[in-house]
């Protein structure tokens, strides 16, 4: 492995080296020719009981420009001993006999066309229309979640209308739309589109053809903003249909913004969009975590959602934030709630301090779960470059089983987290986290990690971690995947030219 991981980081010095001989030849035209490169290597390296298992990747994009056209290039090398035991880059169907991924290759490719009215994509393309719900084809690298087509995208910018239209493949699977904007009218913009998505066998996500037509519409004026957006999806083959509806309003006077979300969606799940999830997206561990789990139990195939929010900043570095959030399903009893409270000041601009509170219950099938959550942080600015950073998560959770309600007390049990962090601005952030679980379904019950963020001045971004990490849900916009336990060393790097 060691072997490898020496090819996969020589792949960086040799493209690094590349723009430095060819930014200087002649362009044809008039127009130079510009180049950009980012490397990105991660390294795991898991040392779990008797196990010891590794896993490596490194991207290297290399983008062209010139005059018109771009080409955007993506040269991966992945290798991992064996996906049977720990596979976090999800390359499980890439695995040989004995669970051994090793590759190396230009994965993904995209040449690009664009004019002050006209862009056109060809290769494996990306596409977001509106808040998501129309068929949207996007990559979150963090989450190892990749929807994007092998296809086309084109867009063409009208006086009095945008229109776009998207065609390709992802595993298989293809889709088909197109995209309307009209231009603004006043405070007012809307948009339009329709969208056909099939599978091609049994071996892919979507079985029959289905349709899908929707349109929004979004009014700002003032201090008001309002956003509705219907998704109508349908099935041709055997007459089955389901919908997808989401209404968003924000209002902000003086130090007072109140907002709210609702959202009432059946039999609108699937792996090509991004809807919105009423949920509030928390930066805290247990509290993200917990959405996670939510997202995961609660699907969009039947759910009604709201989320209603108020935040009053009375400073610039004092505000109260409260929140509620529900989901609940029309035909079971499944549901969940939760609601939030945080407050965040500061003494004398150099002791900064966030205190928070919630209460959820979740209640899935035979399941139901009560958590109360505290969190709290302090960051102390040592002076114009150093801090320390504390902070402390903590939960009280009680679940019970009505299959087993009469012969088996409800479980109770806490769950703490604590971090300690150093910082030197702009190149250095230290931080020790440990974390505590009583929950008998844990294999363990304590976790610690040491993590080191190093930033080599703008082009050059370090993550090492070693110790032992929890396993569970994580989210980001509205995405979540569960992410296994793991303990042993981690190494990620990103590089700019």
């Not at 200087?24 to 510009?34: E, I, K, M, V, Y």
Request: some cysteine; glycine content about 10%; proline content about 3%.
């Amino acid at each position: 492995m060691c072997r490898r991981l020496f090819r996969g980081i020589s792949l960086l010095f040799i493209a690094a080296l590349t723009p430095s001989v060819f930014a200087t030849r002649p362009a044809f035209g008039q127009d130079p020719l510009s180049l950009s490169l980012t490397n990105k290597l991660d390294y795991r390296r898991l040392d779990q009981d008797d196990v010891r298992e590794e896993a490596f990747r490194n991207r290297t994009e290399l983008t062209a420009f010139q005059g018109i056209f771009s080409v955007w290039l993506r040269l991966e090398a992945l290798q991992i001993s064996d996906v049977n035991v720990y596979d976090p880059f999800l390359a499980l169907d890439q695995g040989d006999e004995d669970g051994r991924v090793d590759q190396m290759d230009i994965t993904k490719r995209t040449i690009t066309v664009e004019t002050d009215r006209f862009r056109g994509d060809y290769g494996d393309v990306s596409y977001v229309f509106g808040r998501g719900m129309l068929p949207s084809v996007f990559e979150d690298e963090e989450l190892n979640f990749d929807t994007r087509l092998e296809g086309l995208t084109a867009l063409y910018d009208h006086d009095y209308v945008t229109g776009s239209m998207l065609a390709g493949s992802n595993e298989e699977n293809r889709l088909r739309a197109i995209y309307a904007e009209p231009v603004a009218w006043r405070d007012i913009r809307v948009g339009g589109g329709f969208a056909e998505a099939w599978g091609s066998g049994e071996e892919t996500e979507i079985r029959e053809r289905e349709q899908h037509l929707g349109a929004y519409a979004d009014l700002s004026t003032g201090p008001v903003s309002l956003y509705g957006e219907y998704v109508h999806r349908e099935f041709p083959k055997t007459g089955d249909f389901g919908y997808g509806a989401f209404f968003a309003a924000i209002a902000s006077v003086g130090g007072v913004t109140l907002s709210g979300e609702y959202k009432d969606f059946d039999t609108f799940e699937h792996d090509y969009h991004d809807p919105p999830t009423t949920l509030r997206q928390h930066t805290w561990t247990l509290l993200n975590r917990e959405s996670g789990q939510v997202l995961a139990d609660i699907t969009d195939d039947d759910v009604r959602g709201v989320l209603a929010e108020g935040e009053y900043s009375p400073g610039l570095f004092t505000t109260f934030v409260a929140s509620f959030s529900k989901l609940d399903r029309r035909e079971t009893p499944d549901r969940f709630w939760e609601a939030f409270g945080e407050a965040k000041g500061t003494w004398q601009e150099q002791v900064f301090v966030t205190a928070g509170a919630a209460e959820s219950e979740l209640e899935v099938g035979n399941l139901f779960e009560e958590r109360i959550t505290g969190v709290g942080e302090i960051v102390g600015q040592l002076d114009d470059s150093n801090s320390l950073t504390f902070g402390v998560e903590w939960a009280e959770v009680q679940e019970s089983n009505t299959a087993t309600e009469d012969f088996e007390f409800p479980v109770k049990f806490r769950e703490r987290i604590f971090y300690l962090s150093y910082g030197r601005s702009p190149w250095l952030n230290l931080t020790v986290n440990y974390e505590n679980s009583g929950d008998p379904a844990e294999s363990r019950e304590d976790w610690t990690t040491v993590v080191a963020e190093i930033g080599l001045a703008a082009d050059h971004d370090f993550l090492i971690s070693y110790g032992s990490e929890r396993g569970g849900w994580k989210c980001t916009g509205g995405i979540c995947f569960f992410e296994p336990e793991f303990e042993g060393f981690k190494l990620r790097w990103v590089a700019r030219f």
